[in-house]
């Protein structure tokens, strides 16, 4: 199996390459390691039914379908990291997380200094 680079070039498919990278956006979220290992294998079986060849934009399009199945804060994790990322894509996923409830919150908008007096 191969991936076909952006500049045309092909590479090994490396599952265990695409596999560490959903497994670190998917860090410290409620997502088990056999889902991610099934996204894995759908990306593989349609590069396999390409005829062993996948264009790395497909994988990271399959790639965000499957975080996005799973959860939205591993998907937005991973999408972050893409250089294309469209943050109008972001807005669309719910927010669940601490760091969304606490941005929706009246919290003041700069922590004052230890020590200081206001």
Do not use: M, W
């Not at 965000?64 to 972050?80: K, S, V």
């Amino acid at each position: 199996l191969s991936v076909r680079k952006r500049d045309g070039t092909p590479q090994r498919f490396d599952r265990v390459k695409l596999r560490a990278a959903l497994l670190g956006a998917a860090h410290k979220r409620p997502v088990a390691a056999p889902d991610v290992e099934r996204v894995v294998d759908r990306i593989e079986a349609e590069a396999e039914a390409g005829g062993g060849e996948v264009d790395a934009e497909r994988i990271v399009e399959l790639c965000l379908i499957g975080l996005r199945e799973l959860d939205p804060g591993a998907y937005l994790q991973y999408a972050g990291t893409l250089p294309s990322f469209n943050p109008e894509i972001a807005r669309s996923i719910p927010k669940r997380s601490v760091r969304a409830d606490r941005e929706g919150s009246e919290l003041p908008a700069e922590p004052t200094a230890r020590g200081s007096k206001r």
